[in-house]
Nanobody
Framework: QVQLVESGGGLVQAGGSLRLSCAAS????????MGWFRQASGKEREFVAT????????DYADSVKGRFTISRDNAKNTMYLQMNSLEPEDTAVYFC?????????WGQGTQVTVSS
């Protein structure tokens, strides 16, 4: 069983930056791909970014390309999302996930609020 805990959310002004972390326990961290989704109030959960097990392959939603960077440190069992040039439209609860085979594990989410 994999447990995921997000941290690093908060309130930031437009144009600012935040770094989210997702700490994993249980399982073998380097065995699974990971990523981030987000869900704004009243909207469906949407894909943000993903990273493969070794960290050498990443993918991003068009809305965050060039602004967000996903990374992982397998020695620390932690994944990160560096978010720069934040916009009010980035306001959402951000969830990290880990995928092992056909099974997805999810964190509880962390709130990111970007004020204009």
């Amino acid at each position: 069983q994999v447990q995921l805990v997000e941290s690093g959310g908060g309130l930031v002004q437009a144009g600012g930056s935040l770094r989210l972390s997702c700490a994993a326990s249980g399982g073998t961290f380097s065995s699974y791909s990971m990523g981030w989704f987000r869900q704004a109030s009243g909207k469906e959960r949407e894909f943000v970014a993903t990273i493969n097990w070794s960290g050498d392959s990443t993918d991003y939603a068009d809305s965050v390309k060039g602004r967000f960077t996903i990374s992982r440190d397998n020695a620390k069992n932690t994944m990160y999302l560096q978010m720069n040039s934040l916009e009010p439209e980035d306001t959402a609860v951000y969830f990290c996930y880990a995928r092992l085979g056909l099974t997805d594990y999810w964190g509880q989410g962390t709130q990111v609020t970007v004020s204009s």
